[in-house]
T-cell receptor
Framework: NAGVTQTPKFRVLKTGQSMTLLCAQDMNHEYMYWYRQDPGMGLRLIHYSVGEGTTAKGEVPDGYNVSRLKKQNFLLGLESAAPSQTSVYFC???????????????FGEGSRLTVL | GIQVEQSPPDLILQEGANSTLRCNFSDSVNNLQWFHQNPWGQLINLFY???GTKQNGRLSATTVATERYSLLYISSSQTTDSGVYFC??????????????FGAGTQVVVTP
């Protein structure tokens, strides 16, 4: 049981390049999230999804796009990378809070992205 | 959007000491969770606690939803408690379901 898996773990890009971060979860969770973590700023929500085929903007969505074509996968795309997008990116997933489900969030190990 | 404020920002403890971390939030919440990020960057869920009190070993948490704050208690601290503690909340509003937002965290260092 792998939980939440992010690929790649590390990546270095040049300004203007594009890339996609993949998040996969095997817990059949409805909700999935992408956060970025910068020093002293905690985790900031980029985009999230409450179900297959749906996405929504978080606190800092500009410069990122996402897709949730399959329930188990949530992709984060950078179309034209900028140095300001240098960060550690975390994916997370959960059940929705309902009935006996608490909505407890499970995190991946993070992906460190550097944009030169 | 909802504001989440954590205090103190930094905390240095001697091993064996007790401490209280606070999380204030600006609006009603449907979901509140506490997390620990260890020095290697791994994020672990400690508590799901939108209201009431829970305990897990040396850690306990209390949320007073009507007054919009939550407290995390660390008793008999150990060096393994070092790291950053985050509070995260999901606003009650139906257009924000699933939108779990984090505070800036409290950096805890426990010295031997």
């Amino acid at each position: 049981n792998a939980g939440v898996t992010q690929t790649p773990k590390f990546r270095v890009l040049k300004t203007g390049q594009s890339m996609t971060l993949l998040c996969a979860q095997d817990m059949n969770h409805e909700y999935m999230y992408w956060y970025r973590q910068d020093p002293g700023m905690g985790l900031r929500l980029i985009h999230y999804s409450v179900g297959e085929g749906t996405t929504a903007k978080g606190e800092v969505p500009d410069g990122y796009n996402v897709s949730r074509l399959k329930k188990q996968n949530f992709l984060l795309g950078l179309e034209s990378a900028a140095p300001s997008q240098t960060s550690v990116y975390f994916c997370a997933s959960s059940y929705p809070k309902s009935g006996t489900n608490t909505g407890e969030l499970f995190f991946g190990e993070g992906s460190r992205l550097t944009v030169l | 959007g909802i504001q989440v404020e954590q205090s103190p920002p930094d905390l240095i403890l001697q091993e064996g000491a007790n401490s209280t971390l606070r999380c204030n939030f600006s609006d009603s919440v449907n979901n509140l969770q506490w997390f620990h990020q260890n020095p290697w960057g791994q994020l672990i869920n400690l508590f799901y606690i939108p209201s009431g009190t829970k305990q897990n070993g040396r850690l306990s948490a209390t949320t007073v939803a009507t007054e919009r704050y939550s407290l995390l208690y660390i008793s008999s601290s150990q060096t393994t408690d070092s790291g950053v503690y985050f509070c995260a909340v999901e606003p009650w509003a139906s257009d924000s379901w699933g939108k779990l937002q984090f505070g800036a965290g409290t950096q805890v260092v426990v010295t031997p």
